[in-house]
């Protein structure tokens, strides 16, 4: 088990209980950790005071919302100075479509996973959103035909 500092196993168990479910309550949480409601509680509170809890929210099935398609695009900016790369960050920050984005190493600058209706919504989204933002050069894109896996969850 990798050492991080601060977390002792109980605060482990909080978290992978969390990660499966986090609605659970207060009571169900320290029963299945076995502690208190309140010393529960109070380390889910410093887990969270730390910022190793960022938040929660509900997985939603992007079928039944009408954005069955997931794509991954490479994108390829004209200039790499902080200067575009600030400008490009902004931009995505601003796209609904876009799930994440990540600056990567290698033959290209950033990696973007976007979800939209289907192939003509995805056509829009490339025309409109992804190439009209500032420093974008050339794009790959990667339709996904099948999420094999799809969790989110951390393996702690």
């Not at 029963?31 to 190793?52: F, I, M, N, Y």
């Not at 809890?53 to 794509?71: F, Q």
């Not at 400008?87 to 920050?93: D, I, K, L, S």
């Amino acid at each position: 088990m990798r050492e991080i500092h601060g977390i002792d196993r109980i605060d482990r168990r909080i978290l992978a209980a969390l990660q499966t479910e986090g609605r659970m309550t207060t009571l169900d949480l320290a029963e299945r950790v076995g502690l208190s409601p309140t010393a529960t509680a109070e380390r889910v509170r410093r887990l969270t005071r730390d910022g190793v809890i960022l938040g929660y929210s509900a997985r939603l099935d992007p079928g039944k919302l009408a954005l069955g398609l997931l794509v991954f695009v490479e994108v390829k900016l004209d200039r790499t100075t902080p200067d575009v790369f600030d400008t490009f960050a902004a931009a995505v920050r601003r796209a609904p479509e876009v799930m994440e984005c990540h600056m990567v190493a290698g033959g290209f600058d950033y990696l973007v996973k976007a979800r939209v209706a289907d192939m003509t919504a995805y056509r829009r989204f490339l025309a409109d959103v992804l190439l009209a933002m500032p420093g974008v050069r050339e794009t790959h894109t990667y339709a996904v035909m099948e999420e094999v896996k799809s969790e989110g969850m951390l393996p702690i």
